[in-house]
Structures are given as C-alpha cells and as structure tokens.
C-alpha cells in the first residue's frame, strides 16, 4: 500500500474510533434536537464508511466501490475490515432510529441510543473499539518509522498532490533519526490525523457508484476540479478553514508552552543608558575611545561572523550596554546590510542570578529565544519542534492526557534550536544577543560550548556579555572582543558632570570654587576604574550631602571615606548609611528579600508560580501588629490606600536598606512595583556567610521569622486584593498565592514557629469566601481544586481535603493541632487514608519526600498502617520505597556493577519511619514485589539498613527479627502461593487474548518463586 494511503488509512480508523466511541457513549453534546443530531451523525458516518472503502484502493484515481486491489498492510487490513463491521452495524442502527424518529420523541440523543442498544451490547461495543486503538498504537503507529520515513514518503505518488506546507510538516514528523520511542509514536499520530482532516471524499458527478480523495488544501487539477459538485467546493473550502484554523490554535499552545511570565522582565528592568553615552559603539562618526583595544562592533554587525564577546568588571554596565545595542535602530540597519535577501531575526536574552529559575538557567535561554524567533515565523514550529507541535495538535484535534503539551525539557529544546539553524525550509539569518553569561547558575563552559557550537553555520552569529571567568576567556580567545571598563571613562565623567550639575547646590559650589568642583569630578572617575555602578553609588551619597547643604570640603572628604572596592562600599553603607535605630528593621527586610526568593525557588522546581514580592506584599510583611492578618476584613483596597502603602514601603527601602534593595515597575502601574536587589553584586555580597551572619544576629534577640512574615502578607493581600467576580485575573493569581502560603507554612514548621497555625485556619477562610463568590464553578471545597497553583482537582475526598494538604506539605504541628481540637480518630475515617498521601505507592509522585514525623503524627491519631487502597497498604508503600533506595544506589564499573552507600539522613530517616510503623502494629508478614522479586521486612533491615549502618539500625533489626521469629516461614509460603495464583491467571489471559491453546501445566514460573529465603530464629 502507498505509505500516505496507509497514514491517511491510519488517520481515519482513529477519526472512526473517536467517532463511534462518540455515538456508542452517547456523549454528543445535545444542544440539537435528537432527529437533527441523527441525520448529522448518519451522514458523518456514511463519509466515514465510504473513506474508509476507498483507502484500501491501489490508488488517488477514481475506483468502483468498494475495490480492495492491493491489500494493505495485514494489521492495517484487519483493522480496516473490522472497523468497516461496525461501521455498518453503527449505520443500520441510525437508519432505524431516523425512521423511529419520525413517530418517537426522545428526551435526549442518549435516551435514543439506549432504545437500540442493550447496556450490554454498549460495553462489548466499546470494548472492541479500544481494543482497535490499542491495536492501532502499538502495531501501527509505534511501528510506523520500520518501514516508513520521509524519504518513503516524498517518493510516494500522493506526496506531490499535497499542498507544499502540509509536505514540509508530514517530513518533520516522519523524521525518525534520533528520536525518542513515544515522540515517534505522538509525530506518527498527529501526522495520520493531519493526512485525514486535509483529505475530502469527492463522487463522481455522472456516476455516482465512483469516487476519490483529494487534499483539501491544494489547488485542484482542472480535471478533478471539474467533476466536482458545489457542495464538494463547499466541503473542500470548509476544511480549509477549519484546518487554517487549527493549526494557528495548534501554534499559539506551543508558544505558551514555550514562555514563561519572567521572559522578559530583566531587559525591561535594565535602566537605559544615560544620555549620550555609549554611543560611540555604533556611531562611526563619534569619538571612539581608544579605538585601538577593542574590534569594530558595527564591521561585525554588517559582515563579521561567530562570536562577538564584550566583558568588563562587575558594574561596569555591561547589561546596560547590551540593552542600548538592541533598542537601537542602527543595530538593526547594521544587520540588515548583512542578512541581505534572507530574513533578518533578532533574538535576545538577559540572564539574571537574582531572578526566577528560568531567567537564570540554559532551559530559559533557549525557550525564550525559541519564542522570539518561532512567534515571528509560526510556519517553523512544526519543522523544529515536531514532538511538542505533534502532541499540541493531536490535542487539538481531540483533547486527552496523553496528548496535552508538556513542559520542555532542556534536551527538546536544545534539539529545537539546532533544528532552527539547520532547517531549509526558510532562509533565515540569525542574529541573538546574549547577556549576562556569568548570571548562569551552571558550569559556564556549558554555555561557551553552545554558543561556539551553533556558530558553525554561516547562518547565525551571537554577540555575549559577561564578566571575564576564566573558562569564557579561554573559549572566546579567538573572537572579536571589547573590555568595556577601559572604554567608559568619558562616559563616566559624562554621567557625573550631567548628574551633579543638575543640582543646584553644586551649580552654586562649583561657581565659588572653579578649580575644586572639576577636580572632584575627576577624582570620581578616576576612583570609579571604570565600574558604573560605584559611580552611581557615590554619586548619591554625594546628592545626599548637597541636600544637607555640604560645603565643597564635606564633599571631598564623603569622597575619601568611601571606599573604592565595591564589596567594601557596601559594607560602609550598612554599616555608616543606615542610623542604628533602623538597622535592625533592615536586617527583617534583607531577610523577608532573601526568605521569598528562596520559596519561589522551591515552587518553581515543581513547575508552579509564586507572586512576585511588591511593595504592597512587602509591606504587609513588615506589619507591626502581628494579629492584623487574622482580624483585617476581607475589603479591596482603593488606589489611594495602595499608593499610601507603597510610596511608604519605597521609603523605608531608602532608609532602612540605603538603597541597596529598590523597586522596579515593570507594568507601568505605579505605585506598587517588585522589590529587587540594586544589583547581582549586591545580592552575592548580602549572602556571603560571614556577612549574612551579622544581618541576621541583629534580629537574634526577638521572635522574627521571615516566613511567618510573608504568610501574613499573602492572606492580607487575599482580603486585599479584590473580587473574584470583577476580576478574571485575580482568579488565576489566587492560587499563586495559595501556593506560597502553603509553601511558607512549611518553612515555618521547619523552623519550628507554630505561630503559623492560627495563619493556616484563616487562610482557609478566606479562600472559602472568595471562591464563595464563584458557587456556581467552586462548587466544592476549595482544596479539590488546588495543584500547584493552577485550579486543578485532584483525587482527595472532599470532607478531608485540607487535612491531606497539610500533609502533602508536612506540617505536623498542624495536624497534630487540628486532630487534638476535634477529637478525631483516623481509623474511622473513610476514602483514601492520609496515610496513604503521606506515603504513596509511587514516591516520586509526592511533592516532598516521605517525612517520618507527618507519619508518626498520623499513626499517633489512629490511623491504620495496614488499610487497603488501591490493592496497596501505607506499609507496603514503605516497604517498596524502602527497597528502591537500594536498588538506586547502583554504579556500573569495570569490574561489574557495585552497590553503593546510601545517604546516612535517608537511611536514619527509614530507620524511623519503620520503628513507627511497627510500634503501630504493621504487619510484618507483608511484603514488596518489586519487579520478578519479592523481599520480606527483614530482608529490608538487613540488606538496606543493617549492612551500611549497623549501629543506627541493630535496635530494629533485633526487634524484627524477634517478631517474625516462626512466623516468616509460613508468610513466605502464602507470598508465593498467592504470586503462583496470579501468575497463572495472568498468563491464561494473555493465551486467551493472542489465541492460543495452551495448558497451565505448560506455564513455567519466574525462577525467583522457585527458591525461598526462610528466616531462622537468631540468624
């Protein structure tokens, strides 16, 4: 069979099975009447049935149906002719139903399928349809790339009846080389679905009894276009659309899959450049500085190639710098000169230490410049991401968990990318600017070997700024290069004469003291060797003592006593700038800075968003009195109570933290704005050990905890922040803030601050009252609808959702608060145990690891170790946890594979976690099958515990041993007896599925069932 045929075959039976599946569960929507929804699928079907028929001729001519020349593949065949069964029992059952219509009034389309099917009938006929898809997956399409690729596929004499765009995204996705197993299954998929939504069904206008398929989305041959009906037009005209417009849904999902809300916050938070400086780079008719010690940047915008890398010290304005070149319209006429014919594409990203993680990791450079470069040509998406845009179009098409776009990996990305730089199918020229390479929190080396990589090609060339780390010294040797403190002096002068000339208390100064004003001014800038930032600094302090009216004197000596050394600048703002009465409040705003980056952190590595820290949340942090987050009502603030609150925030930044921390409005919606480090150097000098020990020590002496802070801030800014009603946005945000909170509360239990109790019980009544304004869409309990921060249920019962929260975050001191205050017994409760959530069957599933404390507390107020949930126990949940902790330490050498030694906290914290499960009366004859193998509870100790730390872990060993003493023999035997039992009943099934007569004394088991380990009393 022609490969397309067989694809566009393929395509059908799954359009088919969705269909019939459809009709069979009777889960059309009903908005039509039911005699109207019955001709509509009645015809549906019959193009179906008469598709079908014809894939399976030799050809795209018109046939006599229904010929089946040249049998396609069997498995293709099979499912063809089996579909075809249903398809006319499907289509004899609608005809009946149209003709019962006529004098039968059905209260729904259901109601009219039940009248023809037996429930029975239903369920076999819905089984025999997933048993098609099943077969379809995993014979076909998985299978596909064995005999099919692209190149098959533009030999095939269909591939050039297809319209250019459609051929170009069929080669993407059957490009089978390297390519991942479920990605090759996902790009067969979508291309099948593709193949079939684009083709039409077209009859013969003389004779009836002949038909063809065409593609929908070229433009017909005269011949065909001639014996086509106007209704045919009309279809082929409405499958266009409709296809046009899929895919540009298709495209928008892969962009949103791509961004990320901090994509472009550091570019905007970047101050432009101060006027009239820098321009010497790009302006050819300036005064260059030096010209000699660095390469001509604007020679290499218009034919240079490779890398162009500018380093200087930190503060020296290279960011700056960097955002002055791509805001300027002479860098884009530059390299316009040297795309030429091509498309010209610029790309930019400004990595950021202090930012989230994607603003400082490689997986948020290349989805940011993946976005810049794919939104301006959408047509390449699917050419250089073929998984991702294969996955978001079958989900498109027909929406399922399986289908839904994931999050990208780094290695997707990275292949995207390159995909970028080599693809033919447009002519692009590339040009990205990257900044702030030393703000990668990775191996720098690892950034040096991509960008050096993707230069290779004459296509794309990257100008970098950076510090000079040794490693990017050594990979940019060779490339054009500038360092940028040796070429800022004029700049520099030029700032501070602009800066301190605008005052008019210097104006006056310099006036009386002709000579002393410039030699200040020079003193400045030689001082500043070339770091901006210094300067900037300085220039303030100086503002500060013109304010309080200095003399020229006063001002030199401010000069003299500030240290030229940045680091050591700061430490004389913290110490000199900030009067001892607000250095403590300073110290509890450094932290509450430090505290919220860290949790933001923590919920970014599990794919969430936090709010930002404002002025306004930063505010409410630092209120004075404790009780106001749990006694404020539940009110919006108007613009002028914010205003109020922000300008007084910004403030107490000036005086509290000498302006090292300062807010960014990156909205244009002052007054509130996010708080932020002055400047990366900032942050890495407020975080050096010793210095951030003295912070801290002066907050020692009172019950401050940063994080009690900020969980106050998030329920004021709950009560704060408006109505869900008037407010779609704010729908979406809640959950952020539900996110932190939780996350806050459990920094709080770690740190061991109960104060947070009273927090959590008033954050679950605000939450219940916003969404109260919602009943109609939060029609539960609010908790149902919380997963990481987006709104979505989960499988918790509704009367204990907000205690199995609590324990999913490990707050023990909670839990322990709530089931002493309501006298509960865990044992009666029913649904899924929390002890189950607190020790799940699949570890890596759970959002913390296994914490010994949350269970204790759990099994202390009843609750069953041994209780059944999904044919699994909390205990044997541990059991297996326990066991794959050894067989992950795991390392393959020379001389075989070797087990390694676990972490001495994990194994302590097991240790735990086993002595209170046994002490709550676990039953120690279970077990864990792990794989073909089953290992007993004292196997575990020994094995897992006992053999790496023996005196950590003999206490319990002798206990279980003494336990199990005489009764491990007879567990061992009713294990094996009941793993006979299911391997017998497995394998009869699976004979009966592929249709095989075979005996059950045939069936040979695992070798392991065949050996018992018996334990022997003092062994």
């Not at 770690?750 to 109609?776: C, F, G, H, M, W």
Request: net charge neutral.
């Amino acid at each position: 069979m022609d490969p397309l045929t067989a694809l566009s075959l393929a395509g059908t039976i799954v359009q088919f099975v969705q269909f019939a599946a459809q009709i069979v569960q009777a889960t059309v929507s009903g908005a039509s009447p039911v005699q109207e929804e019955l001709e509509t699928r009645t015809l549906a079907l019959r193009d179906l049935i008469t598709k079908l028929r014809i894939q399976r001729s030799p050809g795209n001519v018109y046939t006599s149906l229904p010929s089946a020349a040249d049998p396609p593949d069997k498995t293709l065949q099979s499912l063809c002719d089996g579909c075809a069964v249903i398809a006319d029992e499907l289509l004899a059952r609608l005809e009946r139903l149209k003709v019962e219509g006529k004098h039968k009034l059905w209260k729904n389309f259901q109601k009219a399928i039940e009248s023809q099917w037996s429930q029975k009938e239903l369920e076999s006929l819905s089984r025999r349809l997933s048993e098609f898809r099943m077969l379809l997956d995993t014979h076909v399409l998985i299978k596909w790339n064995d005999t099919a690729n692209a190149i098959v596929l533009q030999q095939s004499k269909r591939f050039d009846e297809i319209d250019e765009r459609t051929q170009h995204i069929l080669e993407a996705l059957l490009e089978s080389k390297n390519t991942r197993s479920k990605d090759l299954f996902d790009q067969n998929l979508a291309a099948a679905q593709l193949l079939n939504r684009t083709e039409l069904v077209v009859t013969h206008e003389s004779d009836k009894t002949r038909a063809l398929i065409v593609n929908a989305m070229q433009v017909l041959s005269q011949a065909k276009e001639e014996h086509m009906s106007s209704t045919a037009k009309n279809k082929a005209e409405k499958i266009r659309k409709d296809e046009k417009e899929l895919q540009i849904l298709v495209e928008e999902n892969v962009l949103d899959v791509l961004s990320f809300g901090t994509m472009s916050d550091r570019e905007e938070d970047i101050g432009e450049a101060h006027q009239n400086t820098f321009v010497w780079l790009l302006n050819p008719k300036a005064k260059s500085p030096q010209k000699q010690q660095w390469a001509d940047f604007v020679e290499w915008l218009k034919s240079g190639r490779g890398l162009y890398w500018r380093n200087g010290k930190a503060g020296s304005g290279k960011s700056t710098l960097m955002r002055f070149i791509t805001k300027s319209d002479q860098t884009r006429t530059a390299l316009l000169e040297w795309s030429g014919s091509s498309n010209l594409v610029v790309g930019n990203f400004f990595f950021w230490n202090s930012g989230t993680i994607e603003q400082r990791s490689q997986i948020g450079l290349l989805r940011t410049l993946l976005h810049e470069i794919l939104r301006q040509h959408r047509d390449l998406i699917p050419i250089v991401m073929p998984s991702v845009w294969a996955r978001a179009y079958s989900h498109a098409v027909q929406p399922t968990s399986r289908s839904r776009p994931q999050r990208l990996s780094l290695g997707v990305s990275m292949e995207a990318l390159k995909a970028l730089i080599k693809q033919s199918v447009k002519q692009l020229k590339l040009c990205l600017f990257i900044d702030g390479l030393d703000e990668y929190e990775g191996d720098p080396t690892d950034l040096a070997d991509l960008f050096t990589d993707i230069v290779d090609s004459d296509n794309i060339k990257v100008c970098l700024s950076s510090r000079p780390l040794v490693p990017l010294e050594y990979a940019f040797k060779s490339s054009p290069n500038i360092r940028l403190q040796d070429l800022t002096h004029d700049d520099i002068k030029l700032y501070v004469i602009d800066k301190l000339h605008g005052n008019r208390r210097f104006q006056q100064l310099a006036a009386e003291e002709p000579v002393q004003a410039p030699a200040l001014i020079n003193e400045i800038v030689t001082k500043a060797d070339g770091v901006f930032l210094w300067v900037v600094l300085v220039v303030r302090s100086l503002l500060v003592g013109l304010n309080n009216r200095d003399e020229m004197d006063d001002l030199e000596r401010r000069l003299a006593e500030l240290p030229s050394d940045l680091s050591a600048l700061f430490e004389n703002m913290l110490t000199k700038r900030i009067a001892p009465f607000y250095q403590a409040k300073g110290a509890a705003i450094f932290q509450i800075v430090r505290a919220s980056r860290e949790n933001t952190e923590q919920i970014e590595r599990f794919g969430g968003n936090a709010p930002p820290l404002t002025l306004l949340s930063l505010f409410f942090s630092y209120e004075k009195n404790p009780d106001w987050a749990l006694n404020a009502p539940i009110r919006p603030l108007n613009e002028s109570e914010k205003s109020i609150r922000c300008n007084s925030m910004e403030d107490r930044l000036k005086n509290w933290c000498a302006g090292l921390l300062e807010a960014q409005f990156l909205l244009d919606v002052p007054p509130d704005g996010r708080v932020q480090y002055l400047h990366r150097t900032v942050k890495d000098y407020l975080h050096q050990p010793d210095v951030w020990k003295s912070v801290t020590a002066k907050t020692n002496a009172s019950d401050f905890e940063p994080n009690i802070c900020l969980l106050r801030s998030c329920i004021l800014q709950l009560k704060a922040s408006g109505s869900l009603e008037k407010d779609d946005t704010f729908d979406k945000s809640l959950w952020k803030y539900v996110t932190l909170a939780m996350e806050l509360a459990r920094q709080a239990e770690l740190a061991n601050k109960p104060a947070y109790i009273p927090l959590l019980d008033e954050l679950d009544i605000v939450i219940t009252s916003l969404l109260r304004q919602k009943r109609a869409f939060y029609n539960r309990p609010w908790v149902m609808y919380y997963k990481l921060g987006g709104g979505q249920s989960n499988d918790w019962d509704r009367d204990y959702a907000w205690p199995a929260l609590a324990v999913e975050y490990g707050l023990v001191t909670y839990l322990d608060f709530n089931f002493r205050r309501t006298g509960e017994n865990l044992r009666e409760r029913k649904g899924r145990p929390l002890l189950d959530i607190a020790v799940s069957q699949d570890s890596r599933k759970q959002r913390y690891p296994i914490s010994p404390s949350t269970v204790a507390v759990l099994l202390d107020h009843g609750a069953n170790p041994n209780a059944v949930y999904n044919l699994t126990t909390p205990w044997q949940n541990a059991l297996a946890f326990a066991y794959s902790i050894q067989s992950s330490k795991l390392e393959t050498t020379s001389s075989g594979t070797e087990r390694l030694k676990p972490n001495h906290e994990e194994i302590l914290g097991l240790v735990s976690l086993f002595r209170h499960f046994i002490d709550h009366g676990a039953d120690l004859s279970q077990s864990c099958s792990c794989g073909a193998t089953t290992r007993d509870v004292l196997w575990l100790v020994e094995e897992v515990f006992h053999r790496w730390y023996p005196e950590e872990s003999v206490a319990l060993l002798e206990d279980v041993r003494r336990r199990t003493t005489g009764a491990g023999m007879v567990s061992r035997l009713v294990v094996t007896w009941k793993r006979w039992r299911d391997y017998l009943a497995t394998d009869t099934i699976e004979c009966s599925i592929h249709g095989k007569d075979r005996r059950a004394t045939d069936v040979k088991p695992p070798p392991d069932m065949l050996r018992m380990r018996i334990p022997i009393a003092g062994s």
